[in-house]
């Protein structure tokens, strides 16, 4: 949709992209998870089908942005928490905003 004109993004965000796969239906999922609930087991299961989820790729989301950004017509911008403008954005926002078109 080319929503967003700018994409915001703290420097240090932790925060995994998972492109996950149900072996049994054979549907492929996103999702992203930060280290806390990427400890818990049933984020990985399809509460449908009671199958584990396969890990088909993970990447930092931080790098995703910055290689596939261009894709959606917007720029990207970095922001660190050391100034109180950036904290604050970092803790409002959880470390992701942008501006919209």
């Known amino acids: 949709m080319e ?3 700018t994409l915001i993004v703290w420097e240090n ?9 149900n072996n049994v239906t054979g549907e492929t999922f ?8 990427e400890a818990i087991q049933s984020n990985f299961c399809d509460s449908a ?4 989820l396969e890990i088909q790729d993970k990447k930092l989301l931080l790098e995703w ?5 261009r894709k959606f017509g917007c720029s990207l911008e970095f922001v660190t ?7 604050r954005f970092v803790r409002g926002s959880g470390g992701i905003g942008g ?3």
Do not use: M, P
């Open 3 to 5: 929503a967003v004109e």
């Open 13 to 21: 965000l932790d925060i995994n992209r998972y492109w996950l796969k």
């Open 30 to 37: 996103i999702k992203h998870f930060n280290k806390e609930q």
């Open 49 to 52: 089908t009671s199958s584990y």
């Open 65 to 69: 942005f910055a290689n596939e950004y």
């Open 81 to 87: 928490n050391r100034s109180q403008e950036g904290s």
């Open 99 to 101: 501006i919209l078109c």
